[in-house]
Structure formats: C-alpha cells, structure tokens
C-alpha cells in the first residue's frame, strides 16, 4: 500500500531542496513527484505572465492527473508530493475566488470519488523571519517563477496570507494531518529542518528507526 506524504508551504521554504538531498535517495522505495507549476510553466512558458488565473488552473488539473497516475503505477512504496493539491488551492483562494470554488468542487468530488488518495499527512514548511531576508532567501527569491507568481518584494506578507489560506483550505477536508516545521531562512536552520523530516518519515515506516526524544519535541515547535 502507498504512503502518500505532501511538502506543502511558501515560496522559497525550501520544499525542493529538501525532497532532492534529504529524501531522495535516502529513503527506500521512494517515488517523488515533482512541483507540478514548474511542470506546467515548461509546457506553457506564456502563462505566468500572462495570464496567472489561467496558471493555476492548468496546475490544479496536472496535480490530479499525475497524482492519480502515480498511485495507479505503485503497488507499494512511499510517494512524496513537492507542493499537492491544497497548495494549488490555497494560491487560487488568494487571487481568483470563483476559480477557487470551481477547482475546489472539482477536487472535492476526486476525493469522493477516490480519483485520488488522501495524503497521510503534510508537512508544512514554514519560515521564521524574525531576523529578515537571508541571503539564501534572497537568491531563492530571485528565481523568475516566482517573481511571476508571487510578490517577492513583500516576501513576509507571502508567507502569512499563504499559511492563512492554507489553513482555510485544509479545514474544510476532513482528516487531514499538517505537521507544522518552522525553520530560520539560514543554511543551518534549513539542515537541522530537513534532517528532523527524514527522521520522521523514517520513523514512521521502519519501526526499527527511533528518533531521539529532543528531535521529536523540536519536529513540533
């Protein structure tokens, strides 16, 4: 059986970087599903700048769609999502209401229908920016995508209204578990954050691998 598990948080949380040399390859029998916006940006280059509510609408689709084929191509294994489906909605319930409702139905209707598996949980990245924009953000920050996408010069406000949509959008699911994982913008901080994940998607499926009680304590705070 599948354990599907979700990277959800803002822009430039590190979501990519943790998935590419925490997790991949160093968890067995791992699928990983790449973010599907840079998928979607590759087949319409046009679309980011042009037309965003358009965007988002093609990445809601290819999220489903790649989703439904994974899990119908594993029998077995863990399958890791680099941003999923309430990501997708979240953005759309900050910049195109009627688009959110529509897409939301449609995804509401897919779980209904087992389209596709729930995730059996979501880590949410979020980002500690009491000490301002790191240099590693900013280098984040300047990647073209995003600076289409999102308002890279009010980097703070992103994080807080995406955590509040994404709040919003989780609520109205039932049974979804968001593991909240704060990390400092810094190298080091980014480290300890995507060790405590590995730890704990280790822990979850090897019953042989215990975490230290002081990496599960700090996994929450």
């Known amino acids: 059986m599948i354990k599907k598990i979700c990277i959800s948080g803002p822009a ?34 046009e679309l980011p700048t042009e037309n965003i509510n358009k965007f988002r609408e093609k990445i809601c689709e290819f999220q489903r ?10 029998d077995d294994g863990i399958m890791i999502c680099d941003r999923g489906v309430f990501d997708n909605l979240a953005f759309l319930l900050l910049q195109d209401k009627n688009q959110f409702h529509k897409e939301f139905t449609i995804l ?16 949410y990245f979020d980002v ?20 289409a996408t999102i308002n890279v010069n009010n980097y703070a406000n992103h994080i807080v209204e ?9 609520s109205y699911f ?8 704060v990390a400092k913008p810094n190298e080091e901080g980014f480290n300890l954050r995507n060790t405590l994940v590995k730890d ?12 230290p009680d002081k990496r599960q304590t700090s996994l929450y705070r």
């Not at 500690?128 to 600076?147: A, E, F, M, V």
């Not at 704990?200 to 975490?211: F, G, K, N, Q, S």
């Open 65 to 74: 769609q790649r989703e439904n084929i994974i899990e119908n191509l594993i």
């Open 12 to 45: 430039a949380s590190g979501k990519t970087h943790c998935i590419e040399n925490y997790l991949d390859g160093r968890i067995q029998d791992l699928t990983v599903l790449s973010e599907s916006s840079r998928k979607v940006a590759e087949i319409y280059p």
């Open 128 to 147: 500690d920016l009491l000490s301002g924009i790191t240099p590693l953000l900013s280098k984040s920050l300047s990647d073209p995508l995003r600076k």
């Open 162 to 170: 995406f955590r509040n949509a994404f709040i919003e959008v989780t």
């Open 108 to 123: 509401l209707n897919a779980y209904k229908n087992k389209l596709i598996k729930p995730y059996d949980y979501i880590f």
């Open 200 to 211: 704990y998607i280790l822990a979850d499926t090897c019953p042989t691998v215990r975490m």
């Open 174 to 181: 039932k049974n979804i578990k968001v593991i909240p994982v």
